[in-house]
């Protein structure tokens, strides 16, 4: 049988069909370098990101927005994950889900031709958008908090950076370094998070050399005081983060911003299909609004959202889908104020335990 019949990949006619009929395509694939083709991560312009958990399925949050009318095409690298996805989708009540495939589909038992590829029929009718994730990692933490930890791999150099880190996985984050043989030079950190304690403090107790940095507006302590416009550097002088004050979930908010790879890891700000709360912290709901649209929706449309928390089982959005579709973002600044008045939200548990270690490095 041929790994088209055994993916149940579907015809470019049915898949014109369908994004002709309004199609959602769904991206089941973590935006890692792992999922990268010859170093590209490739991907459909305006995919929404729904991950394909082998154990569990798909995260039904991210699902309770889509209409089960709603025809939908599923993507992933091959088109392996996609069929599953997809055959779960049907089970869950949706009436019309496609396998799209993905850049390593196949067809008769070698690589579909241009002619023939529904990854090509994709790209065709929806664009697509590409990222050099080389060397990203994102892990998203297990002890209640959904932190989305990042780090990323200059290979030349072989240093490492982390972004985000929690204090319960360093030994996770350490061993995913390790393995690839790397040194980790840096410990960033978006914000002062009230959700969990930094692992920056055990990180640089474990790790000769290490610096730790976090914006010089939250007040907090570290190796490295940040402010917007600067750069942080790295991978043996040759990467850069530009540093983007997105404060409003905190007065100490920043967004680092990979331009060369087209990726901004934006912490609490600007969430996918949200943002972060603006009720203690020195958080204001209007600072929020115009950090997000003044700092961070004038970057390019195509540029990856990479968010600090995440709790419906996605990995990434991009500028453009969260500038045009974000529920709360969309709103007038005078509507959005309204809405985060009334969000009413508990305060997180680990608060009165995060916040003072966070404000010294998490030790």
């Excluded at 958990?53 to 309770?64: F, K, N, S, V």
């Excluded at 730790?212 to 550097?233: E, F, M, N, R, Y």
Aim: net charge negative; charged share 20%.
């Amino acid at each position: 049988m041929a790994p088209s019949a055994e993916l149940d990949l579907a015809s470019t006619a049915e898949l014109s069909a369908a994004l002709d009929a309004g199609a959602i395509v769904i991206d089941v694939r973590p935006a890692i370098a792992a999922e990268a083709v010859d170093d590209v991560f490739s991907t459909i312009t305006g995919a929404r990101s729904i991950l394909w958990d082998g154990l569990r399925g798909m995260h039904p949050g991210a699902l309770e927005a889509i209409s089960t009318c709603t025809p939908l095409v599923v993507i992933c690298r091959s088109g392996r994950r996609a069929s599953k996805a997809a055959a779960f989708l049907r089970a869950s009540g949706y009436g019309e889900v496609l396998n799209g495939g993905g850049p390593m589909s196949y067809d008769s038992g070698g690589p579909m031709s241009a002619g023939d590829s529904g990854w090509m029929t994709l790209m065709a009718e929806r664009g697509a958008v590409s990222y050099e994730l080389a060397g990203l990692q994102q892990f998203v933490s297990t002890e209640g908090s959904s932190t989305c930890t990042y780090i990323l791999v200059d290979a030349p150099s072989m240093e490492a950076l982390i972004i985000d880190s929690v204090v319960e996985h360093i030994e996770r984050d350490l061993a995913h370094v390790r393995e690839l043989g790397c040194t980790l030079t840096l410990a960033l950190n978006t914000h002062v998070h009230a959700d969990h304690v930094t692992g920056s403090g055990r990180l640089k107790q474990t790790v000769g050399g290490l610096r730790s940095c976090i914006s010089k507006a939250s007040g907090a302590t570290a190796d490295v005081l940040l402010s917007p416009g600067d750069v942080v550097t790295w991978g043996g002088g040759q990467r850069q983060l530009k540093v983007i004050g997105t404060p409003g979930h905190t007065s100490g908010c920043l967004t680092f911003y990979d331009e060369a790879m087209g990726a901004a890891f934006t912490g609490d700000a600007l969430l996918i299909g949200g943002c972060g709360r603006t009720d203690f912290q020195q958080g204001s709901a209007q600072t929020l609004y115009e950090s997000i649209h003044t700092q961070l929706f004038t970057l390019p449309p195509s540029t990856l959202v990479l968010p600090g928390h995440d709790y419906k089982g996605r990995s990434f959005s991009t500028i453009g889908t969260e500038r045009e579709a974000n529920p709360r973002l969309s709103k007038t600044k005078e509507d959005f104020v309204a809405l985060m008045a009334k969000l009413g939200l508990p305060y997180p548990k680990k608060m009165e335990v995060a916040v003072p270690a966070n404000m010294a490095c998490g030790v």
